[in-house]
């Protein structure tokens, strides 16, 4: 069951979903909490697939 909580730090704000014990971001909520442009964020997220797809296939 997913819950939505407010992260608030004192400068940043943003609405998160909590499912169990894990907490879910996209693109744009990773960016505000890195300091990182959103096309940054999706070239890392797609490098950690991108290196799972190929273990997977080396495998």
Known sequence: MSN???YNDG???L???VDD?????????LSEI???D???IGKHIN???KEGLMKLLSA
């Open 4 to 6: 939505t909580i407010i």
């Open 11 to 13: 400068e940043l704000e």
């Open 15 to 17: 609405k998160v979903s």
């Open 21 to 29: 014990e894990t907490v879910w971001l996209n693109r744009i909520q």
């Open 34 to 36: 890195f300091d990182r």
């Open 38 to 40: 959103v096309k940054t």
């Open 47 to 49: 490098n950690v697939f």
